[in-house]
């Protein structure tokens, strides 16, 4: 399970460790990588794209990748409006003074966060996996997100070719998701582990035996 750039980053891996259909990608970019067995994965607030009023200028971002190749260990403070992160003020003052919440990235590792989104942003419908050992995914994403694009999240689950695949809206949420009040953070929650627990098998039973799964009791 992945939040934000997390999020993207479990998605992609899952795009990058199967194959995809010749004609999403080219042969380059459908490059497969070594794929534990994974029954699902969970991402939400994914950095698909970000939001149009967090995106730096085209001509700031080609200018940081060709820097990123010549100084890839050079660090550049990146800073997210605080406001942004969620509608309860004291996450976001916690947030604020957490130390481990820090805004610095190396060009290196912001070039390479930007294209992980990109190319999920820009794959092209019937992407991903639909046969039987393909992993399950759920994502969710908050409508009032300005961090990350709500949109571009929907947009990928409608067009990722996985049979168990779920998009999650929660109306009104900002981008941290499970710090949410008004009942967004404990639906989050709740929602979560129905997904996982109705997707999981019961070791030692007929369950096993048959491929059967059990019903979610919360």
């Known amino acids: 399970m ?5 999020g993207a980053e479990v998605l992609y891996y899952m795009l990058k460790s199967s194959p995809l259909p010749s004609s999403s990608r080219t042969s380059s970019a459908s490059a497969s990588l070594p794929l534990p067995p994974i029954r699902g994965l ?3 607030s994914p950095l698909v794209a970000l939001h149009p009023t967090s995106r ?28 942004l992160m969620c509608r309860d003020k004291n996450v976001c003052e916690e947030w604020e003074n957490d130390a481990l919440c ?3 990235m190396t060009l290196e590792g912001l070039a390479g966060m930007l294209d992980r989104g990109a190319w999920l942003d820009h794959l092209k419908p019937g992407a991903g996996r639909t046969d039987g050992e393909a992993p399950a995914v759920w994502v969710c994403h908050g409508t009032a997100d300005q961090v990350n694009s709500f949109e571009a999240s929907r947009h990928f689950v409608d067009g ?9 809206a929660y109306e009104g949420g900002y ?25 999981c098998y019961r070791p ?3 369950d096993e035996r048959e491929g ?7």
Do not use: C
């Not at 990722?160 to 999650?168: G, N, Y």
């Open 56 to 83: 730096p200028m085209a001509l700031t971002v080609i200018v940081g990748k060709l820097a990123a190749k010549v100084l890839p260990n050079y660090q550049v403070v990146q800073h997210l409006e605080t406001g």
């Open 160 to 168: 990722l070719a996985v049979r168990d695949k779920t998009f999650k």
């Open 212 to 218: 059967k799964r059990p019903k979610a009791k919360l």
């Open 175 to 199: 981008h941290k998701l499970h710090m949410e009040p008004g009942g967004i953070k404990e639906a989050l929650v709740k929602d979560v582990a129905q997904w996982v627990l109705a997707r």
């Open 2 to 6: 992945g939040h934000s750039m997390g």
């Open 102 to 104: 820090h805004d610095t």
């Open 42 to 44: 969970l991402a939400y």
């Open 204 to 206: 030692g039973t007929n």
